[in-house]
T-cell receptor, first 115, second 112 residues
Framework: EPEVTQTPSHQVTQMGQEVILRCVPI?????FYWYRQILGQKVEFLVS????????KSEIFDDQFSVERPDGSNFTLKIRSTKLEDSAMYFC?????????????FGAGSRLTVL | DAKTTQPNSMESNEEEPVHLPCNHS???????IHWYRQLPSQGPEYVIH???SNVNNRMASLAIAEDRKSSTLILHRATLRDAAVYYC?????????????FGTGTRLTIIP
């Protein structure tokens, strides 16, 4: 069964450092997403991406965050200057289409710890 | 996004059926009902979805009320591996309604 792959599985960084989280979505999927989950809290939407541009972003996704699809396979989330409150699990997801008939496939997540 | 209401937690005995309810009284005619689950320390995982008719797949069944204001996810024979948080989410069938909005879900505990 096709899967979404995320790297690294765990990253520890110092506050103020830049972090890039990487995702390889399912190959024939067109829509890409990042979500995050702070320990013990809900899964929160960050951003959706289609046709090489952001289609929607949440209030959490401020100027410190950016996304990119640098080639035909990777989808990355960059946090420019990490804060303590950025510590969370980050999940990438992909979708063949964006209608309600379609479903998202999520990766296993990247755990980010900011010290 | 239309809102769903689920119990915070449920328990069930291993090898017995589990019925997880979801209320969505403000559902629109174009909303699909999706169920995802999140096993401990893993990403959300798709379980099942439907629009009007009941649906079955290898993981579960989805029973949708005739007025579509509620639905029930049925796990026919729960195993320990089914212990997870289950999310009931509405997603409009129109294109451009992309994101899923997760609530707090139902934490299902399976008793051996």
């Amino acid at each position: 069964e096709p899967e979404v792959t995320q790297t690294p599985s765990h990253q520890v960084t110092q506050m103020g450092q830049e972090v890039i989280l990487r995702c390889v979505p399912i190959s024939n999927h067109l829509y890409f997403y990042w979500y995050r989950q702070i320990l013990g809290q809900k899964v929160e939407f960050l951003v959706s991406f289609y046709n090489n541009e952001i289609s929607e972003k949440s209030e959490i996704f401020d100027d410190q965050f950016s996304v990119e699809r640098p080639d035909g396979s990777n989808f990355t989330l960059k946090i420019r200057s990490t804060k303590l409150e950025d510590s969370a699990m980050y999940f990438c997801a992909s979708d063949r289409g964006s209608s309600g008939a379609n479903v998202l496939t999520f990766g296993a997540g990247s755990r980010l710890t900011v010290l | 996004d239309a809102k769903t209401t689920q119990p915070n937690s449920m328990e069930s005995n291993e090898e017995e059926p589990v019925h997880l309810p979801c209320n969505h009284s403000t559902i629109s005619g174009t909303d699909y009902i999706h169920w995802y689950r999140q096993l401990p320390s893993q990403g959300p995982e798709y379980v099942i979805h439907g629009l009007t008719s009941n649906v079955n797949n290898r993981m579960a069944s989805l029973a949708i009320a005739e007025d579509r204001k509620s639905s029930t996810l049925i796990l026919h024979r729960a195993t320990l591996r089914d212990a997870a948080v289950y999310y009931c989410i509405l997603r409009d069938r129109g294109f451009g309604n992309e994101k899923l909005t997760f609530g707090t879900g139902t934490r299902l505990t399976i008793i051996p």
